[in-house]
């Protein structure tokens, strides 16, 4: 192996090493580590800008400002309040709804701002009801990845493959992905109740404190609320048919934030901007010059070779492998760096002669996104949750979330390897 592809990986495998270790925060690292691919001179500045996938970046960017403006109006806090006062205060039933409602918002907003949004409101009914917020917060936790799961903006993993695979647009997303997506949550949900339904009980005086709230009082600004409605519908119908219109997702998503912002005025837009989760962006970009070294090197070609010589090239097997690699590595693994290495590894195979690389595609993106759930580290969302959780009070464990996430992300990988068996070989 040539002395530059030693260096990469080097390079790489310490990066994600101190990832993986939380003592300094990701974003500092991966941008260290893309630093040394470029100043060792594994690859230069502009093979390295080449490699940073823009279109995922303006996806992100622009469906953050676009749910962080539509935030303010208070439609989140509605939305929880009108489901829990439907379930009529009873804890499992509002559970369930709460559940629900992330795994919806997390297909259409993504995952990471669905459960920003979520958390604060369950803190509030819980308080009300007088109940642990602990199994609220778990179920959400793995809806809010199973939900992420069914669309290209969901989760972003999705986000970065549909970005590397044109033909992969927001309808094949929903159409391959979406179906087992609600199988899964049907599933899911059915466990939820038989796990919790006797361990969450409130009072009567409880249930009417939360029956009392007026949900109507909370929508701020009804004028800036029809605005964003206006453009999230007009963005989503410009996922749908972005490949009509000749369109990247990024251009769409960054389109409908700018056209909120010139409708909510100049004073918003420094606010605005600052509620975008830059440390995230730069994450992506430094993950993206990390791996660049890795491309330019030749490893992810050579573990290309090594994983078709592997499975002989059999369909069944390829697909199985990359599944299940997936959901194991993303329970123990950030998710976002594992996809990183692993579509360029998949276009390998597809150089190398492989048929049609859309079962693997498939499988990445089921195995990264529901491998999420295995473990509290398998996703961005899920750090979110368990970092909320401690401020208030209520300390989410690595074991305990093990003990509750992992057997559930087992059970999906089931599923999913059924599902992918069964439609695609």
Not at 5 to 11: E, G, S, Y
Not at 64 to 91: D, Q, S
């Amino acid at each position: 192996m040539e002395q530059q592809a030693i260096w990469a990986i080097v390079i790489f495998l310490a990066t994600y090493a101190m990832i993986i270790t939380e003592k300094i925060h990701r974003t500092i690292v991966a941008m260290i580590g893309a630093a040394l691919m470029v100043g060792v001179g594994i690859v230069d500045q502009e093979i390295a800008i080449h490699h940073i996938d823009f279109n995922t970046l303006g996806l992100l960017v622009g469906m953050m400002i676009i749910v962080g403006i539509t935030a303010e109006t208070g439609l989140f806090n509605y939305i929880a309040i009108a489901a829990a006062k439907k379930a009529k205060g009873v804890p499992i039933r509002i559970l369930v709804a709460l559940a629900l409602i992330t795994a919806v918002g997390s297909a259409f907003l993504d995952n990471v701002t669905t459960v920003l949004l979520m958390v604060p409101v369950t803190f509030s009914i819980t308080r009300e009801l007088k109940v642990s917020p602990l199994p609220f917060l778990l179920t959400q936790i793995v809806a809010s990845n199973v939900g992420g799961t069914a669309t290209l903006i969901g989760d972003p993993p999705n986000i970065m493959i549909g970005s590397a695979v044109k033909e992969l647009t927001f309808n094949a997303f929903l159409a391959n992905l979406a179906p087992i997506v609600v199988v899964i949550m049907a599933v899911y949900v059915g466990i939820f109740i038989l796990m919790f339904r006797k361990k969450l009980r409130t009072t009567d005086e409880a249930v009417r404190s939360l029956m009392a709230i007026n949900e109507k009082e909370l929508i701020t600004d009804r004028k800036l609320l029809i605005q964003s409605l206006v453009v999230l519908g007009l963005v989503i119908l410009g996922f749908f048919t972005h490949q009509m219109l000749h369109m990247e997702s990024a251009t769409v998503a960054l389109a409908g934030a700018f056209l909120l912002l010139l409708l909510t005025g100049e004073h918003s837009m420094e606010r605005s901007l600052s509620k975008v989760e830059w440390t995230t962006i730069f994450f992506f970009v430094g993950l993206f010059v990390l791996v660049s070294g890795l491309v330019e090197t030749g490893v992810i070609a050579d573990l290309a070779t090594k994983a078709i010589d592997w499975t002989g090239g059999d369909p069944v097997a390829t697909s199985m492998l990359i599944l299940w690699l997936s959901a194991i590595a993303s329970s123990f693994l950030d998710n976002i760096p594992f996809v990183a290495t692993m579509i360029p590894m998949i276009q390998e195979i597809g150089a190398l002669g492989y048929g049609d690389l859309e079962p693997l595609w498939w499988s990445l993106a089921l195995g990264a996104c529901l491998g999420g759930n295995g473990a509290l580290i398998g996703a961005s969302a899920n750090l979110i949750v368990a970092g909320l959780a401690g401020k208030e009070g209520h300390p989410i464990s690595f074991m305990r979330f093990l003990k509750f996430g992992f057997p559930l992300m087992i059970l999906s990988i089931v599923i999913s390897s059924v599902y992918i068996y069964l439609r695609y070989l």
